[in-house]
T-cell receptor
């Protein structure tokens, strides 16, 4: 069973702070990792993707990947109330019958309060 | 802008009837599309992989005769929930890789279909 684990939260941060979201995965062969944002009642929206160990920055968002520890994280700098949503970590399955499929974590609810 | 279009966004049907949901890739061809289902306060669960020109592949526990998938063209996949029951009420979301991307490229999601079976 390929698993993706996230702390369901809720994670509450003040406006302007850094929000840190974490995710671990079980499939060592996974090659690509994604963060999606989902507002209540809406479908997921791609925020970031990362393939290589290290950091990848895009605006206020930074994704961090450590394949040895099977750990991926998302940092949101200067958090805004509009960032309040559920953040889903997704991992691309490495092979076999699961080739190319994404497995999602249960999501972390983030609340940014003014 | 949106790269995957899904219709309808919301549907209410009576128990025992069938409902068809359409998923279209916009401005690109998608030989493979994925259908997910999401129950309240839960994450996305993959139901099936839709393959253009061939049979869909279903995840374990998903009834292929109940959830009929047709991928007749490179831009359209349909999911038909047959003989719907209240327990089928859920948020159904399709997805595709833009531009026929490699297996590890991001999935883009349609806006989802909220199905309520009464």
């Amino acid at each position: 069973q390929k698993e993706v684990e996230q702390n369901s939260g809720p994670l509450s941060v003040p406006e302007g702070a850094i929000a840190s979201l974490n995710c671990t995965y079980s499939d060592r062969g996974s090659q690509s990792f994604f963060w999606y944002r989902q507002y209540s009642g809406k479908s997921p929206e791609l925020i970031m993707f990362i393939y290589s160990n290290g950091d990848k920055e895009d605006g206020r968002f930074t994704a961090q990947l450590n394949k040895a520890s099977q750990y991926v994280s998302l940092l949101i700098r200067d958090s805004q109330p509009s960032d309040s949503a559920t953040y889903l970590c997704a991992v691309n399955n490495a092979g076999g019958t699961s080739y190319g499929k994404l497995t999602f974590g249960q999501g972390t609810i983030l609340t940014v309060h003014p | 802008g949106a790269v995957v279009s899904q219709h309808p966004s919301r549907v209410i049907c009576k128990s025992g009837t069938s409902v068809k949901i359409e998923c279209r890739s916009l401005d690109f061809q998608a030989t493979t599309m994925f259908w997910y289902r999401q129950f309240p306060k839960q994450s996305l669960m993959l139901m099936a992989t839709s393959n253009e020109g061939s049979k869909a592949t279903y995840e374990q526990g998903v009834e292929k005769d109940k959830f009929l998938i047709n991928h007749a063209s490179l831009t359209l996949s349909t999911l038909t929930v047959t003989s719907a029951h209240p327990e089928d009420s859920s948020f159904y979301i399709c997805s595709a890789r833009k531009g026929g991307g490699a297996y590890n490229s991001p999935l883009h999601f349609g806006n989802g279909t909220r199905l309520t079976v009464t």
